[in-house]
Each structure stands twice: as structure tokens, then as C-alpha cells.
């Protein structure tokens, strides 16, 4: 499914877990002089998640893999906080992904350099002082329940990894619509499509999923 077919369906999905790093090796590297990086799990596939979500290992390999190339780009950013929003703000900008992979097991891993941004400079603050942390993915796409679950569909597209806040109320508004997700208002959609998701991204996610495709007849 595309996205411009799929459009009435198409959700803003946001996941949340703890982002556990190194602090020690984080404040000695501010020590010398270097930059801030902070290293740990990203993301897991084929776990059910506090959204009640399950993101597919295929489907989340395969953004991954398409990730590589924002990141080669130096253009992998992420905000700080939760942003409602389908697409990154450069003003909200708080940290680069540097490196993202996955395993055989569906752990991504990743290693984040934060940047000296405003909002980068609130969170080396919040990371010195030991302050607990989070990291979202943020994504685009439809999901089907099964059995209770949310499966993440195959239309979905990653957008970046945020730096954010544990949640401390599970009723809130905020955290409602990270677990039901929120639908893209056709602005948003078009927005997406004007910036992010270009052609030649979506001809990449083709490409990507061959490339897939020919390993799994392979095996």
C-alpha cells in the first residue's frame, strides 16, 4: 500500500522505552573535548510494546536499512521531547543518529551524538545529571489488529528517533495517542510527501525490498 492510497489510514505512530547508555563514558568524552555520544537499543521487533503495537522484524529491517542512507547523509535528526508531528522540525533538533542496526534477533542499536543545539544543550544537561531518558521512534503507517494486538503494517515508514521524557501519567492526553496513534490530517500527508518521502526515497524502499525479497528465496 502507498501512502497516498492508504492516506485515510495513515497513523503517526510513536513508541516509547528507557534509553539506557554509558554516562560515565558520556561525561569523559565532554571531558576531553569530544562529542556527547550516547549508545544503547533503539527499538525491538516482534515484541509487543506499551502501545500494544508489535513492529514486524521484516518491516522494521527494512526501514532500518533504508535508514542507512540519512545517516550517511549526516541528515539523521531527531528532537527532543514528544513532537506531534509527521515530520522533524530543525529548531527542535536535538541529536544526530550517527549509527543504527539490527540484529539477528530484531534489536536495533544505535549510537546518538547530541548536538550543541538548544534543545541539545538541554539534553547533555538532563543526560549529565543522570536524569532518566527515553527514545521514540516516530513512523507513519497503518496497523491491523490481531488477537488483541496492533500489527505495524507494511506501509509503514520510519521518520527518526526522538529523545524523550519517561511518561509518569498513563492517562494522559499525550499518552493516549501515542497508543492509538494519531491520524495524519492531509496538510501533514502532503507535508510528508513534499519533504521526507521523496521519489527517490520511495524508489529506495522498492530497491530494499527486493534486495529482501531475493535473500528470503535464497535461504
Not at 539534553?123 to 513512523?139: K, Q
Request: charged share 30%; proline share 3%.
Amino acid at each position: 500500500m502507498n501512502m497516498e492510497a492508504g492516506s485515510q489510514n495513515t497513523l503517526l505512530l510513536r513508541e516509547w522505552s528507557p534509553f539506557e547508555f554509558d554516562r560515565a563514558a558520556l561525561l569523559e568524552a565532554k571531558r576531553k573535548g569530544g562529542p556527547m555520544m550516547m549508545s544503547g537499543i533503539l527499538q525491538k521487533a516482534d515484541v509487543l510494546n506499551q502501545n500494544g503495537r508489535i513492529y514486524p522484524r521484516d518491516i522494521l529491517e527494512r526501514e532500518v536499512e533504508n535508514y542507512q542512507r540519512f545517516i550517511k547523509e549526516n541528515r539523521a535528526l531527531g528532537e527532543l521531547d514528544h513532537p506531534a508531528h509527521a515530520v522533524v522540525e530543525l529548531q527542535n533538533v536535538s541529536h544526530v543518529i550517527r549509527s543504527a542496526m539490527i540484529d539477528r534477533n530484531g534489536v536495533v542499536t544505535g549510537t546518538i551524538e547530541v548536538l550543541d543545539t538548544p534543545k541539545g544543550r538541554i539534553l547533555a544537561s538532563l543526560a549529565e545529571a543522570g536524569i532518566t531518558i527515553g527514545i521514540s521512534s516516530r513512523g507513519v503507517g497503518s496497523t491491523k489488529n490481531e488477537g488483541g494486538r496492533a500489527i505495524v503494517q507494511d506501509d509503514f515508514q520510519l521518520i527518526c528517533w526522538d529523545i524523550v521524557s519517561e511518561p509518569s501519567t498513563p492517562n494522559a492526553f499525550i499518552m493516549r495517542e501515542m497508543r492509538e496513534g494519531r491520524r495524519l490530517t492531509s496538510s501533514e500527508l502532503s507535508s510528508l510527501r513534499e519533504s521526507r518521502f521523496t521519489r527517490v526515497d520511495r524508489i529506495s524502499k522498492v530497491i530494499s525490498d527486493i534486495r529482501r525479497w531475493k535473500r528470503e528465496v535464497i535461504v
